[in-house]
RNA sequence: GGGCUCGUGGCGCAGCAUGGAUAGCGCGGCAGCCUCCUAAGCUGUAGGUCGUGGGUUCGAAUCCCACCGAGCCCGCCA
């Protein structure tokens, strides 16, 4: 029995027990340590609609209660809680089980999830915004596969938009090397990106270039056919740094192919029918075709097709979606792309010539768009339209999974020559102020080198720079998730540095000593039953009990901050534990052997806790 | 102007869904711990009007309202 399962049973168990009172919500929480493992507020929420004392009614259903015999002492306090003891004597040997057995739960089981994140400019190569975005993806991908679901991961390429066409008239006024100056590729690109940006501040006569480039991408020729060639180009770079950090990809869904199947004229079509779309005749909005949000006021409206005759991004979006969720049908061809370094297939949607067989992609029960906070309005009137032409409910189904952007702080700035006098600095690719994903991957990778060889004197070269690389990915990772999707995040160059504290490096740490003892322990078995007696013993135990309780956070929020808290708190345990008593030299049998089947269940748990964080666990370190 | 989000020790964050028992953690500060399974560690200590005011409640960091401060969105860009 886990830790989700004893709340859930204690919890049957107490309502039960308080059958002769009103129905009320009431919870199960942990209380400070020294009331002991679990309580209950029932008796406090009961006294209010009984009109009893908190004490009188906690020791009326302590009386009534019949717990489950992992529960080894009830107490009616008086301060109107019902305090509960857990019997580590019972519940140890099957949480030490099931910790090394590895059983997960399938609550996903029959269902398939499309997740899209990463889905950056083909313009320029990743920031650390892009960093938390791809991260924040791959993790709710890792643990929704971890939990059973059938789960595509998709990357959408806009290889139509305004920055392509930025690039495009970039080469075209500053030339284009096919080496890229030496620079990785989606390095070189943003580089041009960033000063044909410049450049029209200077002379406005080259928007109306670009103007003109982008009618030329549109129909799916001349220029596009370079342009092609040059996205790709920066696609795969932008996708080594995405690999580097763990990630992988199903699919590469591509803008010019939404565009091509022409599903957005079917749904508009359809669209204009139901009278959703509606077409202006005048006003500042006159000749075009817009929709607007019911309860939304006026000058609320949302333009899908431009005066000429041109489709926005939104416009785009909606087929697309509906093709996510399976509302129309799948008018993609596929190719396979190219191969990860995961060994699977990436592949790609096609114009002509697919493959005939394929994954099955699109049509997903849950769909989730990882995507910054800044584009939740229009996430929203996608989801309405949707709802609109499927008369279908989807808050549960279309998903906007928004987190708050990235920004850096002062201190950083200022190392990097811009100076500001406000306290953070908004990151723009387009403007050049940016924290290379790259470069960071790279410093991060030189401390860790420098660390793993100061601690590792004579260690292997090839070894070191392994563990180095997997150290700087853990550090970059762990910082990206432990604070939650609706806090800003101010970069700062010292602090993600940091390899200490609550850090990636420090769980990993933490993993290679359980790794290390277990690695020395020999030949040994589990015990018959198992002798603990230490409050740091009880503790581990505990937390190690509580890794479905935590899945089922993240599953229901979302949010992967509460899986990294759980592997930092685990950890602690660990580490406490690890400092008051010995494993190997413990000279009692029994106990040598009940500490070994904890560490073995620790670095089980924790291990599931890393790889659905996208971290390494490291044997040595 | 309308909408969304955030505000918790010097700094960075958990806790808020489902109100309750001394508000947790990391960094930084101070004091300790390596003849012992990896000190990327551990222990102790100092440091908090939970933005402000009001309301609901026996009880509010948590729920409601107002205000203040910060950020974002409100484009025939994406």
Redesign the pocket.
Same mark, same amino acid.
């Given at each position: 029995m886990s830790f989700l399962e004893l709340v859930g049973s204690l919890k049957e168990r107490l309502s039960e027990a308080a059958s002769g009172y009103p129905k009320v919500?009431? =919870?199960?929480?942990e !209380?400070?340590?020294?009331?002991?493992d679990l =309580?209950?507020?029932l008796p406090?929420?009961l006294?209010?609609v009984a009109g009893k004392k !908190?004490y009188e009614v906690a020791r009326d259903i302590a009386s009534r209660l019949k717990v489950d015999e992992r529960i080894s002492e009830v107490e009616a306090?008086p301060?109107?809680?019902?305090?509960f003891r857990i019997d580590y004597g019972k519940f140890s040997k099957e949480v030490i089980e099931r910790a090394i057995e590895g059983v997960r739960p399938e609550w996903g089981k029959g269902r398939r999830v499309l997740i899209e994140h990463t889905s950056l400019?083909p313009a320029h190569q990743l920031h650390v915004g892009h960093l938390r975005n791809v991260i924040l993806g791959d993790t709710i991908y890792r643990v929704l596969k971890f939990l059973g679901y059938e789960a595509y991961v998709h990357n959408y390429i806009?290889d139509?938009?305004?920055?392509v066409g930025d690039v495009m008239l970039g080469i075209r006024k500053l030339g284009f090397d096919p080496e890229g100056k030496g620079l990785k590729f989606d390095h070189y690109i943003g580089k041009i990106y960033a000063e044909i940006n410049r450049m029209y501040e200077e002379d406005e006569g080259l928007l109306e270039e670009r103007r003109k480039l982008l009618e030329e991408l549109e129909s799916l020729s001349g220029v596009f056919e370079f342009s092609k060639l040059v996205v790709d180009r920066v696609v795969k770079e932008q996708l080594k740094t995405c690999w580097r950090v763990g990630a992988r990809y199903d699919c590469l869904n591509y803008?010019s192919h939404i565009l091509a199947s022409r599903m957005w004229d079917d749904i508009f079509e359809e669209l204009k029918r139901r009278g959703i779309a509606i077409l202006?005749r005048e006003g +500042?909005?006159?000749?075009?075709w817009?929709v607007r949000v019911e309860g939304e006021?006026e000058?609320?409206?949302?333009?899908l097709?431009?005066?000429?005759g041109?489709?926005?991004?939104?416009?785009?979006?909606i087929p697309y979606a509906a093709w996510k969720l399976g509302l129309v049908e799948d008018r993609f061809r596929y190719v396979k792309a190219m191969e990860q370094p995961d060994g699977s297939v990436l592949w790609s949607t096609a114009l002509e010539d697919g493959e005939e067989r394929h994954p099955k992609f699109g049509a997903c029960d849950v769909v989730i768009n990882v995507i910054? &906070?800044?584009?939740? +309005?229009?996430q929203r009137m996608i989801r309405y339209v949707l709802e609109r032409l499927s008369g279908e409910e989807l808050k549960d189904r279309y998903i906007h999974l928004?987190y708050?952007?990235v920004?850096i702080?002062r201190d950083t700035a200022n190392e990097m020559g811009i100076k500001t006098d +406000?306290? &953070?600095v908004?990151m723009s690719g387009r403007k050049g102020v940016f924290v290379s994903a790259d470069d960071l991957l790279d410093s991060l990778f030189t401390?860790?080198l420098a660390?793993?060889k100061?601690?590792?004197p004579g260690a292997d070269e090839g070894w070191a720079r392994s &563990?180095?690389e997997k150290?700087a990915v853990a550090?970059i990772r762990y910082g990206m998730l432990?604070?939650?999707?609706?806090?800003?995040?101010?970069f700062?160059m010292r602090?993600a540095l940091?390899?200490?504290?609550?850090?990636g490096?420090?769980l990993?740490?933490?993993y290679?000593?359980a790794?290390?003892?277990l690695?020395?322990?020999g030949d040994w078995s589990l015990p018959e039953s198992f002798s603990f007696e230490d409050e740091s013993e009880f503790k581990l135990i505990k937390e190690i009990s509580k890794l479905d309780f935590v899945l089922d956070?993240v599953h229901?929020?979302l949010?992967p901050?509460?899986m990294a808290?759980y592997g930092?708190?685990l950890?602690?345990s660990f580490? =406490?534990?690890?400092? +008051?008593? !010995?494993?190997?030299?413990?000279p009692e049998e029994e106990k040598r052997l009940s500490?070994l089947s904890l560490?073995k269940a620790f670095e089980s748990t924790l291990k599931t806790c890393l790889e659905l964080m996208g971290i390494e666990p490291?044997?040595?370190?």
């Open positions: 919500e009431f =919870s199960i929480l !209380p400070p340590e020294e009331f002991g =309580s209950s507020n406090l929420i006294s209010k !908190p306090h301060s109107g809680y019902l305090n400019n806009d139509l938009g305004l920055q803008e202006s +500042r909005l006159k000749g075009c817009y006021k000058g609320e409206e949302k333009v097709v431009r005066s000429d041109t489709t926005t991004y939104i416009a785009k979006d910054d &906070v800044r584009q939740g +309005r229009l928004g708050e952007v920004s702080s +406000r306290k &953070v908004h401390k860790a660390e793993t100061k601690r590792n &563990v180095a150290v550090a432990k604070q939650d999707l609706d806090k800003m995040l101010v700062d602090k940091e390899l200490e504290g609550e850090t490096p420090y990993q740490y933490t290679a000593r790794s290390s003892i690695r020395k322990a956070k229901r929020t949010s901050v509460h808290k930092y708190g950890c602690v580490n =406490s534990f690890y400092e +008051r008593l !010995p494993v190997l030299k413990e500490r560490v490291l044997e040595r370190i």
